[in-house]
């Protein structure tokens, strides 16, 4: 059987049972039995037993009345476990079905300590592990081992100094450390074990809602940006600190347990590091983790089109080919206009010039009828035409080299080599432009293996500009364009 890992959950996903605190309307909390599930990578859900406060009504004459089902929205509730522990639900609803029994539905739930009675629970601290993150750490927990060489000698293990590391800025503080667990009761089984995770201090307290959108999710996004593929969350801690950024003390710590919060820590190894290498290393990358935190809000809040759309895909659910195929097609679009929209809007402004010249020479030169003018105006468009396959060159230029070639030995470049329509240059980008308007607009379909091929070559397109976005390096962009990092 394994081991648990040196990353220890409060409570393992399980059943428990419960003491339901429900609110009722003369400020009041009524106390009623019940269960709580708490599951891994699932909403929690529970069941109260008992009389539901606020189910009856009076009616005229006197007795009561009441319809079922019944709904009511809380935006906090709490029930005791019978182990001590308190369960925090946030935005949960209560349904009764009868008036003795409910169940109720939350986004998430919060394992620790009692609730601080806030009408908004702040908290300050968040600890954080992502699948293979160790891969991104750039250093072992450990420097060196020793095994005996007679009877008498001694095994040891020295930790490495460095495998715990910090940043901070203004605002916050980014620790990159190891928990560790050590077997020593057994005089037959002696292991020492290492689990990477992340904790973010806060100067200021924060919802839990901002702890998700500014560190949670983009943390994770980075994690599988650098491994170029999905990673989960196996773990979330939030809660409050005791003392200055970097201490180890807790004043309120609350294991969080909702959808895709997937309840498995795990123990670093050798082998998985090997087997899932990482572009990014936050030991000797330029750019610090906190800081490219910090880059990838900045570009989230200009709503850069990479971020939302290729930085949604990273963490979203494997998308059909062509969906695929039209979202990265739009990413690099999007980019490209993002980046040169001051070079875009001072050509625009010259073309408009050059337009209405160009008109009043045409009016000035001939009797052409008011109706005439009309649809020549209509129709002699305002702004440059610029078009995907021109972007899309551009874009693949400003990323190490590769991906044009790659494209052009697809399957779907030779099917449309020799496609009648505007043949213009007929390179991968303008045959991409092709497919683009035949798939968006219903013209023509094509074989899923082969939107499969390009739809791989041009994410590693987007994931190359997405790091540079984020001050990656060169390299980092290279491995992935050639996709060593696979």
Same mark, same amino acid.
């Given at each position: ?15 428990? *049972? ?23 990578? !699932? ?39 019978? &182990? %001590?522990?308190?369960?925090? =639900? ?19 739930? /919060? ?9 908004? +629970? *702040? ?19 450990? *420097? ?9 000698? @001694? ?35 002696? $292991? @020492? ?42 773990? =979330?801690?939030?809660?409050? $600190? ?38 990014? &290393? ?23 089109? /990479? ?16 969906? !695929? ?14 980046? &040169? ?7 625009? =402004? ?17 009797? =052409?009828? %008011? ?54 240059? !007929?390179?991968?980008?303008?045959? +991409? $432009?092709?497919? $683009?308007?035949? /798939? ?19 994410? !590693? ?9 984020? %001050? ?15």
């Amino acid at each position: 059987m394994d081991e648990p890992a040196a990353l220890k959950l409060a409570l393992p996903p399980d059943t428990y *049972r419960c003491t339901w605190k429900i609110p009722n309307s003369e400020g009041g909390i009524d106390e009623l039995a019940g269960d709580i599930h708490l599951r891994a990578n !699932k909403s929690p859900r529970g069941d109260v037993y008992g009389e539901i406060p606020e189910i009856w009504e009076p009616m005229e004459g006197g007795g009561k009345s009441a319809d079922f089902p019944q709904e009511k929205d809380h935006p906090i509730l709490t029930c005791d476990l019978v &182990n %001590g522990r308190v369960v925090t =639900l946030l935005d949960a609803q209560v349904f009764a079905f009868a008036s003795d029994r409910a169940t109720v539905f939350a986004r998430c739930a /919060l394992v620790g300590d009692p609730p601080s009675g806030q009408d908004e +629970l *702040r908290f300050n601290r968040i600890k954080i592990q992502i699948g293979n993150i160790s891969s991104i750490f750039g250093v072992a927990p450990t *420097r060196r081992t020793s095994l005996p060489a007679v009877s008498d000698d @001694v095994w040891s293990v020295e930790r490495e100094p460095e495998s715990s590391q910090w940043w901070e800025d203004s605002g916050a503080s980014f620790w990159m450390a190891y928990d560790s667990s050590l077997t020593a009761a057994d005089p037959y089984h002696f $292991r @020492v074990r290492f689990s990477p995770v992340v904790i973010i201090d806060l100067n200021d307290g924060a919802t839990f809602d901002e702890l998700l959108e500014q560190w949670l999710s983009p943390l994770q996004n980075i994690v599988s940006l650098a491994l170029g593929k999905r990673q989960e969350v196996t773990f =979330l801690a939030i809660g409050t $600190r005791r003392a200055e950024p970097r201490s180890v003390g807790w004043s309120s710590k609350y294991q969080v347990f909702g959808y895709g919060l997937h309840q498995e820590p795990f123990d670093a190894t050798l082998k998985d590091v090997i087997r899932n290498p990482a572009v990014m &290393n936050w030991k000797t990358d330029a750019k610090n983790p906190l800081e490219v935190l910090r880059t990838w809000s900045a570009l989230r809040e200009q709503h850069n089109p /990479l971020i939302e759309t290729y930085g949604t895909l990273l963490t979203a659910q494997p998308q059909h080919p062509r969906a !695929k195929v039209l979202l990265l097609l739009q990413a690099l679009e999007g980019l490209h206009g993002f980046e &040169n929209k001051e070079k875009e809007a001072e050509l625009s =402004l010259a073309h408009r010039d050059r337009r209405l010249e160009m008109l009043n020479e045409i009016f000035s030169a001939t009797s =052409l009828s %008011g109706k005439d003018k009309r649809f020549l105006k209509r129709n002699f468009t305002s702004r440059p035409l610029v078009s995907l396959d021109a972007r899309l060159r551009e874009s693949f230029s400003v990323i190490p080299e590769g991906v044009m070639s790659a494209l052009a030995s697809t399957s779907l470049m030779e099917t449309l080599a020799c496609d009648p329509r505007e043949p213009k240059i !007929k390179d991968p980008a303008d045959i +991409l $432009r092709l497919a $683009r308007n035949d /798939l968006s607009h219903g013209n023509r379909g094509y074989p899923i293996q082969d939107l499969e091929e390009v739809a791989e070559i041009l994410e !590693k397109a987007a994931r190359a500009h997405l790091l540079r976005c984020l %001050g990656g390096s060169q390299a980092a962009q290279a491995h992935v364009i050639k996709g060593e990092d696979n």
